[in-house]
Each structure stands twice: as C-alpha cells, then as structure tokens.
C-alpha cells in the first residue's frame, strides 16, 4: 500500500500551503499518521503526527503553532496546514502511516508516500 501525498508547490515566505495524504486500500482512522520532511543533504525529519482513532497530535518545535495536522474519517485524508512558511521549510513532505501510536523515527512507520515538494521563496 503506498499512500499519496499532493499539495506541495511554490510559495513565497509567509504564505500558507496545504498538504494531503490519502490512503487508499487502508483506514486511516485506525493507524497514526505522520509528517515528515527531507531537505537536500539532511537526514528526514518529523513535522507532526495524529495519533490513531484520536485528534491528539505532535509537533516538532520548529513548526508549532505555524503547522495544524488534522485529519478526515470521511474522506479517508489527513492534512497538514502550513501558515507563516519560511525559506528553511523548503524540503520534500512525506506522510506515513503506523498502526500503533506516533513516533517521530521514520523507520517505524510501515507505509509511506512518495512526496510532495514544497519550496518556499525569500
């Protein structure tokens, strides 16, 4: 199962985008859910995360209060409002999915998306 992550693009320091990450073939309500980042030459890192069956979430210090995670049973979606972008938010976004609770280490994720790139200007 891959899931699918859209929303990323070009936008200028300050602006807002809004990332989604759909789940075909699972039930998003019943795994937690993460937000990673990659920039070039860095190692990935968490952004925020929903944890399963819940609205708790978690964010890394470097996001919060800019970033909301959120996520829709209906639609079958989770996603990640980012406001106040900065240049160093630059970075390819990753969701995944885990069926226990959130952890901010990659590998303990069981499915990923392919990302989606986001580049904020100065």
């Known amino acids: 199962v891959q899931l699918q992550a859209s929303g990323g693009g070009l936008v200028q320091a300050g602006g807002s985008l809004r990332l989604s990450c759909a789940a075909p073939g699972l039930t998003f309500g019943s795994y937690s859910v993460g937000w990673f980042r990659q920039a070039p030459g860095n190692e990935r890192e968490f952004v925020a995360g929903i944890i399963r069956g819940s609205a708790k979430t978690h964010y890394a210090d470097s996001v919060k209060g800019r970033f909301t995670i959120s996520r829709d049973n209906a639609k079958n979606t989770v996603s990640l409002q980012m406001n106040d972008l900065k240049p160093e938010d630059t970075a390819v976004y990753y969701c995944?999915?885990?069926?226990?609770?959130?952890?901010?280490?990659?590998?303990?994720?069981?499915?990923w998306g392919q990302g989606t790139l986001v580049t904020v200007s100065s």
């Open positions: 995944a999915a885990r069926l226990a609770g959130v952890l901010p280490t990659p590998n303990s994720y069981s499915y």
